[in-house]
């Protein structure tokens, strides 16, 4: 087999693959990585990285042109909140923070709370958290969260928490990764727009 055939059917083997590649959002070298032990058993030739990624750089440019688009996306709105940190729910006065009308988000596991909020609010200097909050015109359609922690992963951002609640979706995350989480929800929707 050759090897662009051999990309191509590891590519299409994997739908998260196909996905970051159709958009432009993958790391061409990791995916490479990923896939060479498919791609060597199936040309039985120990292929090298560079000419993978090459591979890849052709099969992307076609993927993009001919890629369904994520149409749920198309009018999505998304803010970033920096500055906030985590406390344990007994230790917060969760009313002052509901009536300062700033945003927070109370995590549970049943046995203890967590609050994120800004941290002047929980009364902390340190402030390495940060929210995203992805607003969808109507309801936040199925699968929209396991499509976003799939390609958040995919360009080396691992989330602490998403969730959805009606038409918003809500991403905890380090501050610093705030910006690419953004970029990706920016490039989800021009994608859905159809701008390339």
Known sequence: MKIQDAVKLAVEGNPLYSLVIS????????VARAIKPL???????????????KALERLEKSLMH??????????VESVAYSGMAVAEGGRVDLNSIYSSGEPFVALS????????????LLGRAEADRGLVKVVFPRQAPVGAVTLLVQLMRAVGISPEHVLR???QIY???????????????????????GIH
């Open 165 to 167: 609640h009606d038409n």
């Open 66 to 75: 001919s890629s369904p688009r994520p149409e749920d996306f198309r009018y």
């Open 109 to 120: 596991d049943g046995a203890k709370t967590w609050i994120l909020a800004p941290a002047r």
């Open 39 to 53: 791609v060597d058993a199936a040309t039985g030739k120990d292929v090298k990285i560079a000419t993978i990624v």
């Open 23 to 30: 958009t432009g959002l993958a790391n061409l070298s990791a």
């Open 171 to 193: 991403i905890v995350a380090r501050r610093e990764d705030l910006p690419g989480i953004l970029s990706l929800v920016e490039r989800i929707k021009k994608l859905a727009e």
